[in-house]
């Protein structure tokens, strides 16, 4: 199993609509968890850090499920300028993995 | 403002030369780190410091070196032993190497070996 895993996409939705996608990990002891955002042919941003009763930024939720070892993303009312890729980042004491990234492209 | 700046944006080199990215922040963050993007692929950690002087080998180090002889920069060179070295580069900092503290990153330098 991969360390971190996320589905590639692309998503597909209409713009307005809700998405969420999610991002699985195989270390239980992973301590700390980040969802960034990468437009094409930049660099990845922090969007939000993961915390385990859950967060919420605007329109951007995030969660964690410890148990069954994932991170999810939702994003509600999405707009055209959510289209980009979203990576998720599983930190566990010194080391730092990166998925390789969910595509989503809001349509309009 | 605060940040971490790469330059050049863009390069361009021979094959066989050697190269030198430059990567400085004004974050004063401890921790540095260079990573790198192919297309379609997931970052990877060519090198890391935590501390000046200091810095470790990532998981894909060969053909690449280091220095950290100031807190501000963490210039990375590829060499000509680096058998694929066209990438996007990224350099990133955080405020220390542990866990629950997020990389900012630099907006990249693309490389391209010919």
């Known amino acids: 199993r991969k360390e971190v895993e996320q589905d590639p996409g692309p998503f597909n939705v209409p713009e307005g609509a809700t998405v969420a996608f999610n991002c699985t990990y195989s270390n239980s002891a992973s301590q700390s968890f980040f969802w960034y955002r990468q437009d094409c042919r930049k660099e990845p941003k922090l969007l939000m850090s993961?915390?385990?009763s859950g967060n919420e930024d605007g329109r951007f939720t995030a969660q964690l499920n410890r148990a069954s070892q994932y991170i999810s993303l939702l994003i509600r009312d999405s707009k055209l300028s959510d289209s980009a890729t979203y990576l998720c980042v599983v930190n566990k004491d010194d080391k730092i993995i990166f998925g390789k990234g969910t595509r989503l492209h809001i349509l309009p | 403002d605060g940040g971490i700046t790469q330059s050049p944006k863009y390069l361009f080199r021979k094959e066989g030369q050697n190269v030198t990215l430059s990567c400085e922040q004004n974050l004063n963050h401890d921790a540095m780190y260079w990573y790198r993007q192919d297309p379609g692929q997931g970052l990877r950690l060519i090198y890391y410091s935590q501390i000046v002087n200091d810095f470790q080998k990532g998981d894909i180090a060969e053909g690449y070196s280091v220095s950290r002889e100031k807190k501000e920069s963490f210039p990375l060179t590829v060499t000509s032993a680096q058998k694929n070295p066209t990438a996007f580069y990224l350099c990133?900092?955080?405020?220390?190497?542990?866990?629950?503290?997020?990389?900012?990153f630099g907006n990249g330098t693309r490389l391209t070996v010919t």
């Open positions: 990133a900092s955080s405020t220390r190497h542990f866990y629950n503290s997020p990389l900012h």
């Open positions: 993961v915390y385990s």
